[in-house]
């Protein structure tokens, strides 16, 4: 089954709910980036974030999100749109901790004091920026956090990302359930109920990758709305000219600098790792045009 997200309302109680399976979105930014196992989990519960906050964006509105800490990792990064396309990073890909009670120390790889940062594009003057404290440094709890604080919407958010143990990953998704007013405190004390008694999300998304299935089976009984079920991948909206434009933007005598050097420039993506080069000569076409 392809990577895909599905949005879904339980009308009666107001509740809003989505779930995704990332699994192939995670495993080609892991193929790009080569992070290492704890590294390539926090990546993974990232990329599930942003496609779960891109699907409540319509149009060609945008989010990003940045998780930063005082641990190894550094930073998350992580862009998302409506259309379901994804990409991220980690500042340093090759942190691997020791399991912590069994679990991969996403936590200690963030670092305990730090702030999650959320920028909406959504197509007027000025982008909307949300910060907030770490609270946790796991990834889901964070995200949550931030929605109820800063954007006045209480939410569960469930991540998960299993590697594979072959350097791959055997699945990767999750869920983000809202209360949006007026809110039904009966019933969200009822599906908090059935968060908490759910068994290990990984587990559940091996035995059946369908984000249907999993919002079927949180609110098994009542009465779902599905709206909409489509695709997510992941998708980097670099290009050689938005790179030229990078370069232009240094102005005339940064580029002259790079021209004295009589060698090619190389200009790597964050994101997809996608490289570009520009030749001596090219960049003297560079510089007369951000001369002129």
């Known amino acids: 089954m392809t990577d895909h997200i599905t949005r879904a309302l339980l009308p009666g109680a107001n509740l809003r709910a989505l779930a995704c399976i990332t699994t192939h979105t995670v495993t080609e930014a892991c193929r790009r980036h080569q992070p290492a196992p704890t590294a390539a ?18 149009g060609r509105e945008r989010v990003a999100l940045k998780w930063e800490g005082n641990g190894p990792l550094k930073k998350i990064v992580v862009q998302a749109d409506a259309q379901g396309r994804v990409q991220g990073y980690v500042a340093n890909p090759q942190v691997d901790l020791p399991l912590r009670q069994g679990r991969f120390d996403i936590a200690g790889a963030l670092g305990q004091a730090g702030i999650l940062t959320v920028t909406k594009d959504l197509l007027l003057k000025t982008p909307y920026q949300g910060i907030v404290h770490l609270i946790s440094s796991e990834i889901g709890e964070d995200l949550a956090y931030y929605l109820g604080e800063s954007e006045q919407i209480p939410s569960a958010v469930g ?41 290990p999300l990984g587990r559940i998304l091996l035995d059946n990758p369908s984000a249907k299935a999993l919002l079927s089976r949180i609110f098994a009984g009542l009465d779902l709305e599905i709206l909409e079920t489509r695709e997510v991948a992941f998708a980097c909206s670099c290009s050689r000219e938005r790179t030229l434009q990078a370069l232009r933007a240094l102005g005339p005598e940064e580029i002259r600098n790079l021209i004295a050097r009589g060698k090619e420039v190389h200009m790597t993506c964050e994101f997809c790792r996608q490289e570009y080069i520009f030749s001596p000569e090219e960049l003297k076409t560079i510089e007369e045009g951000s001369a002129s």
Do not use: H, N, W, Y
């Open 41 to 58: 989990v926090a990546l993974g519960r990232a990329l599930s974030a942003g496609a779960l906050m891109g699907a409540l964006l319509k």
């Open 159 to 199: 991540l998960t990302c299993i590697p594979d143990g072959q350097g791959g990953i055997a699945v990767a998704g999750g869920f983000l359930i809202q209360s949006l007013p007026p809110a039904d405190p009966a019933m969200v004390e009822e599906v908090s109920r059935r968060i908490e008694e759910l068994p």
